[in-house]
């Protein structure tokens, strides 16, 4: 359903990458992408807890919910099903965002992509605070074998 959004939108939005879990969409002329996750890992909560920076970890997302409405067909009872439209996010998310702090929350799961991604995030003008550059430092010191490709997280970072 957003894939065809993307494809037949009116705006022109460019595939920027495309992998088994996820695909890209950058607009033209404008300086925002999109990351649309094909499949599920989780709830919305167990997903953004796998992000690594707190100004990464806000999701809209689709949920139903049961009506107080009810057809019959047939003298069979059916409750109508609606969707509901929620957000989460990280409780600092704004704050971090505002002031273009990264902070690195919980667990890092890919500790050579935040690296590589701190670079790109520098240049929109964030900076490390001084807690997460010690994380990240101390979780590079123990990354053992490394092979970097364009597919070495499959979209998980």
């Known amino acids: 359903m957003a894939v065809s959004y993307f494809e037949h939108s009116t705006d022109d939005y460019k595939i920027t990458y495309e992998n088994n879990n ?37 999701a809209l ?26 957000v989460i996010y990280h409780p600092k998310f704004f704050e971090h965002l505002v002031t273009k702090k990264l902070v690195i929350d919980d667990q890092l799961l890919f500790p050579i992509s935040t690296f590589n991604r701190t670079y790109r995030y520098r240049d929109y003008g964030y ?29 998980l970072d």
């Open 61 to 86: 997302y689709r949920d139903t919910k049961v009506s107080n409405n009810v057809i019959y067909v047939d003298d069979l009872k059916f409750d109508i099903v609606e969707p509901e439209y929620k």
């Open 22 to 58: 996820a695909i890209g969409y950058r607009s033209q002329g404008a300086s925002y992408w999109f990351d649309l996750i094909k499949g599920r890992c989780g709830t919305p909560d167990q997903i953004l807890d796998m992000f690594d920076f707190t100004v990464t970890k806000f």
């Open 127 to 155: 900076h490390l605070c001084r807690e997460s550059k010690i994380k990240l430092l101390t979780e590079l010191k123990n990354v053992e074998d490394v092979i970097i490709n364009s597919d070495m997280y499959e979209a």
